[in-house]
């Protein structure tokens, strides 16, 4: 019975996938005489023999082992006997696609500025995507000693370092601490380039590392906040004025009481105070006007001959000029 048994033939297939799955190994078992191999979307198979890649198959289908397979694999001792003993060869199938992964700091990382003597604690979050891109570095620095491998895997080892690299970039060159997402670009693009580094060796790159956010704490972000909002108006007592105005406007500031009431002399006195303002200024431009117009002053004093100084009246002889 077990004789018969083990004619029946195997199929090679990845069997335990999953979609955040990176690779899974075919391994222990006999490919025999009619095995079939399948390929699905999004996946390679790659066989292996004593740890030596032997083909790499990347289009999907359904595959007869032994006419379809064994013709373009590297001569292998084992295949010169046929399938009638059977042959252990491993098959490792890779997920082929681009995989995007959400990152985030799990405390908060003090970045070096003068600014506080501990430092400014920030939070940041995010997403970054890899692939692989080289099987036999995979195999022979993870897949060798693996059966599987997952997205998760990868993240642990990416966010083991992310916090020395959020430091590095965010301190690099001086960068604004309060305006942050400003220079979001270029401090990702060099985490990218750091990550890849990181990876590279395990057949691995990093496709891209985006920042989403960066996050100040509570009080530190409403100061940022006032800031901004002081610089955007000028000055503070413009800005009160606005908060005044915003007060009376949605109600806070309600009328009949001592408050509304300074609020409406306070406004009346700045609205007197901008008319007085235009009022000399016409008037200043009145009597520039009318300068301009009147008789023009001789460069030369025409009593006495003296070069004029601009004045109404010649510093010499005391001539009328205009």
């Known amino acids: 019975m077990s004789l018969f048994k083990n004619q029946f033939a195997n199929v090679v297939e990845w069997e335990e996938f999953r979609d955040d ?3 899974w190994k075919w391994s222990n078992r006999e490919i025999k005489k009619g095995s079939r191999l399948i390929i699905r979307p999004g996946q390679d198979a790659i066989f292996i023999n004593n740890g030596k890649i032997e083909g790499i198959f990347t289009d999907e289908g359904d595959y007869n082992i032994e006419s379809q397979i064994i013709p373009f694999l590297s001569t292998l001792k084992g295949f010169k006997f046929g399938f009638n003993s059977g042959m252990r060869v491993e ?3 890779v997920n082929t696609k681009e995989f995007t992964v959400k990152w985030g700091t799990k405390n908060a990382i003090n970045i070096p500025t003068p600014m506080l003597p501990g430092g400014m604690p920030i939070r940041a979050n995010g997403t970054f995507n890899f692939k692989v891109n080289d099987y036999v570095a995979l195999i022979d620095k993870i897949a060798g000693v693996k059966n599987s491998y997952l997205v998760e895997d990868i993240k642990i080892r990416i966010v083991s370092i992310l916090d020395q690299l959020l ?3 965010i301190s690099r060159e001086g960068k604004d601490m309060f305006n942050l997402q400003a220079n979001s670009f270029e401090i990702a693009k060099g985490i990218q380039e750091d990550l890849d580094m990181q990876l590279i060796d395990s057949g691995m790159t990093i496709k891209g590392f985006n920042i989403m956010s960066f996050n100040y704490p509570e009080k530190i972000q409403e100061m940022i906040t006032k800031t901004a909002s002081h610089g955007m108006i000028g000055d503070i007592q413009k800005y009160q004025q ?8 949605s109600g806070k500031v309600k009328g009949g009481g001592a408050a509304a009431d300074m609020a409406g002399m306070m406004m009346g006195m700045n609205v007197a105070n901008e008319m007085m303002k235009n009022v000399n200024q016409n008037q200043n431009q009145s009597s520039q006007g ?5 008789n023009k002053i001789p460069n030369f004093c025409p009593n006495c001959g003296q070069k004029t100084s601009g004045g109404n009246y010649c510093s010499n002889c005391g001539q009328k000029l205009a």
Do not use: C, R
Not at 242 to 249: F, K, L, N, P, S
């Open 21 to 23: 799955m990176i690779f």
């Open 91 to 93: 098959v490792l199938f």
């Open 167 to 169: 430091m590095k970039w």
């Open 242 to 249: 606005v908060e005044m105005t915003d007060g009376i406007a």
């Open 290 to 294: 009318n300068n301009s117009s009147g």
